[in-house]
């Protein structure tokens, strides 16, 4: 019963353009999200968080967007660039309880 | 250089054996966590600690076993009574709680023949 998915394995984005990369939790009593990006042969770097009280969160070309009802969440990049291919997690914790993962998103960005 | 390392990077062992995943922070962190990847699947927990000569299990501590006798270190015993031992294994800190940023090493990929 997997409570946090990230249902597209990968995409493919054009280099300048957006990068849009999805998550969906089923549990409504998360209330703190967080993005991770992993390179090969390396661990996950944390990128960006976002608490319930909250339905948008901006860090530089970075931006994490909520919505509680829909129990949705999405990280958009923009500008898309090279360095940014790499595979991204969601995760969501509830009561700063254990963080409970998402299978990951393989990002290419295409020159 | 601060940071978290993982040794050894590949890790071959017979069925059976116990085998022991080496974790070390020089980060002053009080927390310190080991996950589970397998393909497909997100980052899984296997077991925490939050303070020295404590730990808490995850949501997969069936076969694995923990100690935390150093704030800088924090081993993880693969014991053959872990049915599936095959796989990533990532092990990361932070600096109280677990929703604090997670500094995470590099992994050790365990293949058990």
């Known amino acids: 019963d997997q409570q946090v998915k990230q249902n597209s394995p990968s995409l493919s984005v054009q280099e300048g353009r957006i990068s849009i990369l999805n998550c969906d939790y089923t549990?409504?009593?998360?209330?703190?999200f967080l993005w991770y990006k992993k390179y090969p042969a390396e661990g996950p770097t944390f990128l960006i968080s976002?608490?319930?009280i909250k339905d948008k969160n901006e860090d530089g070309r970075f931006t994490v967007f909520l919505n509680k009802s829909a129990k949705h969440l999405s990280l958009h990049i923009v500008p898309s660039q090279p360095g940014d291919s790499a595979v991204y997690f969601c995760?969501?914790?509830?009561?700063?309880?254990?963080?409970?993962w998402g299978a990951g998103t393989k990002l290419i960005i295409k020159p | 250089d601060g940071g978290i390392t993982q040794s050894p990077k590949y890790l071959f062992r017979k069925e059976g054996q116990n085998v022991t995943l080496s974790c070390e922070q020089n980060?002053?962190?009080?927390?310190m966590y080991w996950y589970r990847q397998d393909p497909g699947q997100g980052l899984r927990l296997i077991y925490y600690?939050?303070?020295?000569?404590?730990?808490q299990k995850g949501d997969i501590a069936e076969g694995y076993s923990v100690s935390r006798e150093k704030k800088e270190s924090f081993p993880l015993t693969v014991t053959s009574a872990q049915k599936n031992p095959t796989a990533f294994y990532l092990c990361?800190?932070?600096?109280?709680?677990?929703?604090?940023?997670?500094?995470f090493g590099p992994g050790t990929r365990l293949t058990v023949l």
């Open positions: 990361a800190s932070s600096i109280r709680q677990i929703t604090d940023t997670q500094y």
């Open positions: 980060l002053n962190h009080d927390a």
């Open positions: 600690s939050q303070i020295v000569n404590d730990f």
């Open positions: 549990n409504s009593m998360f209330d703190y």
């Open positions: 976002i608490s319930s």
């Open positions: 995760a969501a914790s509830e009561s700063n309880y254990q963080l409970i």
